[in-house]
């Protein structure tokens, strides 16, 4: 069984910092790309940022230059340090990754999400 557990969301107000981690755990080969997604009211999901198995990372327009993304390949974990938070960042953000069970499957795992709420 796999499990992404993610953790460090919470309340905040607007122009401060939080901090997303989210750790893999399970019987796993590998992890190729992970991300962060997030989901507000009344809003179709959205991709906040991304990272390979290398290191190369994208970021939505809306977050560049405020959050960065990173993993610890040792740790099967990814973070998400969220810089200058705005009123808008609110949401339930969720952890995704890219998971090879075994030589022949992959699949897409997500996390339970956790809520991110900035205040103004």
């Known amino acids: 069984q796999v499990q992404l557990v993610e953790s460090g969301g919470g309340l905040v107000q607007a122009g401060g910092s939080l901090r997303l981690s989210c750790a893999v755990s399970?019987?796993?080969?590998?992890?190729?790309?992970m991300g962060w997604y997030r989901q507000a009211p009344g809003k179709q999901r959205e991709l906040v940022a991304g990272?390979?198995?290398?290191?190369?990372?994208n970021y939505a327009d809306s977050v560049k230059g405020r959050f960065i993304i990173s993993r610890d390949n040792a740790k099967n974990t990814v973070y998400l340090q969220m810089n200058s938070l705005k009123p808008e960042d609110t949401a339930v953000y969720l952890c995704?990754?890219?998971?090879?069970?075994?030589?022949?499957?992959?699949?897409?795992?997500w996390g339970q999400g956790t809520q991110v709420t900035v205040s103004s």
């Open positions: 995704n990754a890219d998971i090879k069970r075994n030589p022949w499957t992959r699949r897409d795992y």
């Open positions: 990272i390979t198995s290398g290191g190369s990372t």
């Open positions: 399970g019987n796993i080969v590998s992890i190729n790309a």
